[in-house]
């Protein structure tokens, strides 16, 4: 399903038009993405959860040299998604 796709259905199910619907769904995934960047878990009940994970930097290998390298922290998103969406 593309954005277009969603806020064509969203735009269905609420009777917002698909600019109202569209200025929703913007709207929701920047309040998720502000909420990421400050480092905040988002639930969602019955739906999502989603968190930032720092992973610490650990020592790697170039698998064509052999050569060890570092490879340095950073952070991954982790979501889980819920199993009541599959039915």
């Known amino acids: 399903m593309t954005k277009a796709d969603f806020i064509e259905k969203f735009a269905e ?3 917002f038009t698909k600019k109202d619907a ?3 769904v913007d709207a929701y995934h920047e309040v998720i993405a502000d909420a990421m960047k400050a480092g ?3 639930v969602i ?3 999502l959860k989603v968190e ?3 992973m610490a930097a650990r020592t ?3 698998p064509q040299t052999g050569e060890e390298m570092q490879i340095p922290a950073k952070k991954a998103i982790k979501a889980k ?3 009541k969406l599959l039915g």
Request: net charge positive; proline share 5%.
């Open 13 to 15: 199910k609420t009777g």
């Open 60 to 62: 790697g290998r170039n």
């Open 22 to 24: 569209a200025a929703a």
């Open 52 to 54: 930032v994970k720092e």
């Open 40 to 42: 905040d878990k988002v």
């Open 81 to 83: 998604f819920s199993d």
């Open 45 to 47: 009940p019955g739906v």
